[in-house]
């Protein structure tokens, strides 16, 4: 029987690794102490929502102690390090985000190679973010961007110029945004839509291809910006094994 490139990739995946799961499973002693789950953004963004709820979900399913530790700045770059560094027994993962992937293309220098350094655990979810504005921008529609990058993007396929204003993460942006030292941000639904149904920020567009059900009434970017979509998405990751001299 000939099974489509997909489903075979797919089945391939699953064969790689299963066999892997009993062998980190009998490890003596692992339930010893708490395991971190290093996050590269602020307290209270998408990716920390998303990391609390997943300690909390394995620490009741597996009886051990699971700990969201916040390491923000450089662009997730100092989180991403500090697993590279650590002790490659399981007792350090690390939440991995589309961040991580745009970074390994914008950094030509860095003290650790992602690629080579950090082992996939497990695909956790995708998101859709959000065009915001304070209600003192007169815009009831638009297009919006996902991050930094997208945002640049954007404004090279509709001939804007926005500046960018970076903060430490969504949660602290948000803040910003909502005092009026920024007129719009992309954040995700997550820590927008409290905002949304207060009415304090306005939704301008999704970033995903089509609509989301959570907003009815709010287009995706691409109908005003053809073939423009950003997803956000998060990856759970440990530290590969390497040598001491690497790890220096």
């Known amino acids: 029987m000939k ?8 089945l391939a ?9 009993p062998r980190f499973a009998r490890v003596q002693g692992y339930q010893s102490r708490p395991v971190r789950i290093l996050v590269g953004f602020a307290a209270g963004g998408a990716s920390d929502i998303v990391a609390r709820l997943l300690a909390q979900q394995l620490s009741e399913r597996l009886g051990q102690t699971f ?18 560094r650590a002790t490659p027994d399981g007792y350090t993962l690390l939440l991995v985000t589309h961040t ?53 993007l954007f404004d090279m ?9 970076p903060y430490r993460g969504e949660a602290p942006g948000v803040t910003g ?8 941000m992309f954040p995700s639904l ?15 567009g999704v970033t995903t291809a089509t609509g989301v059900d959570a907003l ?20 759970h990751r440990r530290a590969q094994e390497r040598s001491r001299r690497d790890r220096r």
């Open 190 to 204: 997550a820590v927008s839509m409290a905002h949304i149904n207060a009415g304090t920020l306005r939704p301008l």
């Open 3 to 10: 099974l489509p490139r997909r489903k075979f990739l797919r």
């Open 216 to 235: 009815p009434g709010v287009p995706p970017v691409a109908q005003s910006v053809p073939g423009f979509e950003g997803t956000a998405w998060q990856r």
């Open 13 to 21: 995946g699953s064969a790689t690794m299963l066999p892997a799961v």
């Open 177 to 184: 945004l909502l005092a009026g030292e920024v007129q719009l």
């Open 67 to 84: 700990i969201v530790e916040n390491r923000t700045g450089a662009d997730t770059n100092i989180a991403t390090e500090a697993a590279v």
């Open 100 to 152: 991580n992937a745009i970074n390994a293309t914008l950094y030509a220098s860095q003290r650790f190679d992602f690629m080579r350094d950090i082992a996939p655990v497990a695909r956790i979810g995708r998101v859709a973010e959000v065009m915001l504005v304070h209600p003192s921008v007169p815009a009831k529609t638009g297009n919006g961007s996902l991050t930094h990058v997208a945002g640049a």
């Open 157 to 165: 396929l509709t001939g804007t110029d926005t500046d960018h204003i």
